[in-house]
Every structure is written in structure tokens, then in C-alpha cells.
């Protein structure tokens, strides 16, 4: 797994709560939600910039408010070559549509790995961008997420009241 050298953060307010944005100076790398704090002690060596991320703030409210569907967001991401495959699969599930985990792996070409999707999807340090939030269980139920049921909650209604 590739080091992430994250070197600035930001904040930005969103109808989510505070989010923690975070990269280099060419790359997102990191989106936390709010209650995650995953990265409380690391922010310590980071630099504080929101002039760095003023391109992903923008994107990131336009989508928020219903205007974007699509992101352009120069982001970096890191993990195995499965969860690799797995989370630009994800950019292909259109906005405000959802889909299962098995569905997700037969779309990769490993149809039995479902749970190693759900996995995949759990390591996701760029949600929303990589919206693991459209995937769900194969009953209709949501599943799991890595910044709570509500939130992936909240990001469902926010795509299906601007489709």
C-alpha cells in the first residue's frame, strides 16, 4: 500500500456536519466525516490550507447543493488493486442510483467477492467523490458505511431529490 505523504487539510462545512479534506499540494487523498477522527493525531504535522483546496471545496459544495454530478477532483487514492478496481467502479454508478455489492463484483469480474467489495468500500478515504454511499445490501437495505448509517443516508436524499 503506497504511503499517503498528506502534507495540508482543510475544513469545510457542509450539510453533513464538518468534513476534513486532505491531500498534497496536487492530490485529495482524504475525506473524513464528521465522529471519525481518524485523523486527530496525524493533522498535527499537516498544514492547515484552504486556499489549497478551494477547486474541491467548490466541486464538493456544488454537488451538496445539487448542481454537480459528476466530479473532476484531481484525487489520489490508495489500497490494494482490487480495492482500486473496486472504487472506480463506483464512479461508474450513476448519481442518485444505487446498487448492490454483488452486483459491484460481478461488474468488476470477481462475482463471489462480495464481502470483499463491502471491505473495499470500508477503506474508502474518498467518499462522496468514490460514492461508496450508492451501494447497498442485494435486499434494499443500506448496509454498512464508514461515517455511519445517517450520513449515508443523508447523501441518498440529497442525490434523489436533484434527480
Known amino acids: 500500500m503506497k504511503k499517503d505523504n498528506i502534507t495540508h487539510y482543510c475544513y469545510l462545512d457542509s450539510p453533513l456536519g464538518k468534513l476534513i479534506l486532505a491531500g498534497d499540494e496536487h492530490f485529495l ?5 464528521p465522529g471519525q477522527n481518524k485523523t486527530k493525531e496525524t493533522k498535527k504535522n499537516w498544514i492547515y490550507s484552504a486556499s489549497r483546496f478551494k477547486c474541491e471545496i467548490d466541486e464538493l459544495i456544488r454537488y451538496f447543493d445539487g448542481e454537480l454530478k459528476t466530479f473532476s477532483i484531481k ?4 489500497g490494494t488493486a482490487f480495492q482500486t478496481k473496486v472504487l472506480n467502479e463506483l464512479k461508474k454508478i450513476p448519481y442518485g442510483k444505487t446498487m448492490s455489492y454483488s452486483d459491484v463484483a460481478d461488474r468488476i469480474g470477481h462475482p463471489k467477492a462480495y464481502r470483499a467489495v463491502g471491505s473495499a468500500n470500508g477503506k474508502n478515504r474518498l467518499p462522496i467523490i468514490f460514492p461508496c454511499h450508492r451501494v447497498i ?6 448496509g454498512g458505511f464508514s461515517g455511519g448509517l445517517s450520513i449515508k443516508r443523508k447523501l441518498l436524499e440529497l442525490e434523489l431529490k436533484h434527480t
Do not use: R, V
Open 137 to 142: 445490501s442485494n435486499n434494499g437495505e443500506l
Open 75 to 78: 484525487c489520489q487514492i490508495t
Open 29 to 33: 487523498k482524504l475525506i473524513e466525516f
